[in-house]
């Protein structure tokens, strides 16, 4: 029986949480009101400056005082979602002066006020508990999307909209988001195409995913995550041998790494499990070519090399054992189904067996309830014909 090596696509290469919040708690110092005025005086103040403004439309400053107006109208709404057709209002009176230096710095003073108090407030929703989150997500969101009406080229306002999708589950709305904040900025945005990497991998679009990590290690080769994304997706798009290539340049260049030695091994060991696949399909039971054995002895010889370095210079965990013994065990297994091989394919066959018994045993001493390591000694003394020792496991556990 043959039991397959765990994989380390558990992503053991990890990217990294992007979708967290980078902050410490925050503290909404801000009003929620800015000016005594109840609503309805507000707006009789919005509709005098409107009539001023029609009289004198060439009058700057009333059109700064007409936005300071709304925003003030705008914290007396306590339905978040109705403040963005007001936001957009200020938005495009600022638009309208971009080219007049005094008064633009006094309307992006409003529109920084109120962007401010719109993403302090979501931001201080987005860290509260997830039943909590749940409850406030419709509001959550509102608030980011307020603060991008008011300032529309602020990554961070999207990527906090981008990360309350993707906590809530909607990655295609996350996916959406980060597209809307690239369209809004002329210069490559590493970290806005990072997290759309991660995004794109998680929704299943490997394609996209793999040109967004290739364009990320080519705009920073040194910088080891965006390597690490691009190799997990190379291995769950059946690249492996992409992904050794590049694991093999990460091994020599960390050998104090233990994790791309042993994703490595995993990712050569799955190679070696595919060719042997691929001959027993093919088989007609002769033997097989010269090339065929010099490519799986040269898989096995380095899987076997990786493996001896990691138990002569790492301390092993029990899963680093699990993934050893079943290495040397499952690659003994395929090896015996094989047609007819040269000599050193079947001393390999023979001692991957009994390299797999002392791990097993170290496995079963660890933890002797686990029935899965148990089940896989007993096998490995029948395939070494230590018939005492496997009558007494039967005798032990039924088998």
């Known amino acids: 029986m043959i039991y397959q090596i765990p994989r380390m696509l558990s992503l053991a290469l990890a990217f990294g949480i992007f979708f967290t919040l980078s902050c410490s708690t925050i503290q909404n110092t801000e009003s929620t009101s800015s000016s005594g005025d109840d609503a309805a005086t507000l707006q009789e103040r919005i509709n005098e400056v409107n009539q001023e403004i029609s009289a004198n439309p060439n009058n700057a400053q009333l059109q700064v005082r007409k936005a300071n107006l709304l ?20 938005r495009d009176i600022a638009d309208g002066y971009s080219s007049n230096p005094n008064i633009t710095n006094q309307l992006d003073e409003v529109l920084s006020k109120a962007w401010h108090l719109e993403k302090q407030t979501g931001m201080s929703l987005l860290q509260e508990n997830e039943a909590a989150q749940s409850e406030s997500f419709s509001t959550i969101v509102s608030h ?23 906590q809530h589950g909607n990655l295609n709305q996350a996916i959406a988001t980060l597209e809307q904040a690239e369209d809004q900025n002329d210069s490559y945005e590493p970290a806005i195409s990072e997290k759309l990497a991660y995004l794109y991998l998680e929704s299943g679009d490997l394609s996209e995913a793999e040109r967004r990590y290739r364009d990320l290690v080519d705009y920073d080769p040194d910088k080891i995550i965006y390597q690490h994304g691009l190799i997990n997706v190379l291995i769950l798009s059946d690249k492996h041998e992409q992904a050794v290539e590049m694991l093999e340049q990460l091994s020599g260049e960390y050998p104090t790494r233990y994790a791309y030695q042993e994703s490595l091994a995993t990712e050569l060991y799955y190679l070696f499990k595919t ?16 090339e065929e054995q010099d490519e ?9 090399t990786i493996f001896e370095t990691i138990q002569e210079s790492f301390p092993t965990t029990e899963e680093n054992l699990h993934r050893m013994a079943s290495f040397y065990k499952n690659a003994s297994s395929r090896l015996s189904q094989l047609p007819e091989t040269n000599s050193e394919l079947e001393e390999m066959e023979q001692s991957f067996m009994e390299y797999a018994l002392p791990l097993w045993e170290r496995l079963a001493e660890i933890n002797s309830d686990n029935l899965g390591y148990i089940n896989n000694l007993y096998q490995v003394y029948l395939e070494l014909d230590m018939q005492e020792e496997a009558e007494s496991i039967e005798r032990s556990y039924n088998f």
Do not use: G, W
């Open 71 to 90: 925003y003030q109208r705008s914290q007396k709404m306590s339905q978040v979602e109705n403040r963005n057709p007001i936001y957009q209002n200020i």
């Open 144 to 166: 980011f999307q307020n603060a991008i009406t008011l300032i529309p080229d602020s990554l961070q306002t999207y990527s906090l909209l981008a990360t309350s999708y993707y």
């Open 275 to 290: 060719k042997t696949e691929s001959i027993a399909s093919l088989s007609t039971n002769s033997e097989l070519s010269e």
């Open 296 to 304: 799986l002895t040269r898989l096995l010889r380095s899987v076997h």
